[in-house]
């Protein structure tokens, strides 16, 4: 066994999913695709139109995206869940509009991502309110959605692409458990809950990878929760996951955050390991995570 996370970031392909999927884990994860418009301003020649910086956005999300998608499968994931927009991003505006429904064309559609699903026997699901679509008159990407879900129903691997979802949550999950219970006269359980927020039931999350700002509101519903472990990168998500920073995030998860619990009423402390837990808080005591710089009109989240 590797005992440091540089002998992990060296091994082969082969010898590292092996490494992972010995450990079991993870299952399930969350990615938060956040960042893109920014990315576009740093990864593209600078748009001097809109109609340009709207084909950048688009271009970049869909190469990004699917070299995303690429490394977490590679891994052994089960259960992805990414939300992509949220109702408050839908309601950007009609520039916005024709960005979503090209994402959802790539995404839903084109050829070699209907190929990856198929070739790695995965299922395409939805999550969280796509209805909202119809709202902005781009009903067309709900039919394209739908026929993309019913063709990659028998999958053994699952990715939930998330719509409309986290902002009205709420709201709807308490009128569908209000006509649940009139129904069967009882409470829905978390995993009903679940199998009618996600279509399917979806173990709690094993992690969340975000970027930007350390906020909470884009968490998945339901299935982020004690076991759950929150990992941030620096610059825009698309940018940030890669096989390097992948490979750091599967290490700290499966060899140092073994979800052990301490049994503190029956522990011998070793004299020496407690000197390196001092030295180790001393070291990190002044320090800060989620404090960032101003970029012009951008905060940047700052790593010391």
Not at 246 to 267: C, G, P, Q, T
């Amino acid at each position: 066994m590797k005992k440091t996370p540089n002998d992990f970031l060296k091994l082969s392909d082969q010898d590292a999913i092996k490494f992972v999927s010995e450990r079991k884990r993870p299952k399930c994860g969350v990615f938060i695709p956040n960042g893109t418009r920014r990315l576009v301003l740093t990864e593209m020649p600078y748009p001097s139109q809109l109609e340009e910086y709207k084909k950048s956005y688009v271009d970049l999300s869909k190469k990004r995206s699917f070299d995303v998608l690429k490394i977490f499968f590679k891994y052994g994931i089960e259960y992805l869940v990414i939300p992509l927009f949220s109702y408050s991003a839908l309601k950007r505006g009609s520039w916005y509009k024709n960005i979503v429904n090209d994402i959802i064309k790539t995404l839903f559609s084109d050829p070699l991502y209907l190929e990856f699903y198929s070739d790695n026997s995965i299922a395409v699901k939805v999550y969280g309110n796509p209805e909202a679509l119809i709202d902005l008159s781009i009903s067309d990407s709900l039919e394209i959605i739908t026929r993309c879900v019913e063709q990659t129903a028998n999958g053994t691997k699952n990715v939930f692409f998330g719509i409309g979802g986290v902002d009205e949550m709420g709201i709807n999950l308490m009128n569908w458990g209000i006509d649940f219970y009139k129904k069967y006269n009882k409470f829905p359980t978390v995993i009903d809950q679940k199998e009618h927020y996600y279509g399917k039931i979806v173990p709690e999350a094993d992690f969340v990878i975000t970027s930007s700002s350390l906020k909470a509101h884009s968490l998945p519903p339901l299935i982020c929760g004690r076991s759950t472990n929150l990992y941030y990168l620096p610059v825009p998500s698309l940018l940030g996951l890669n096989e390097i920073s992948y490979r750091k995030i599967l290490y700290d998860l499966v060899a140092m955050r073994k979800n052990v619990e301490i049994d503190f009423s029956n522990l011998e402390f070793d004299p020496l390991e407690i000197k390196k837990l001092n030295d180790a808080y001393a070291k990190e005591s002044n320090k800060v995570l989620g404090i960032g710089e101003s970029v012009g009109p951008f905060w940047v989240l700052k790593t010391n």
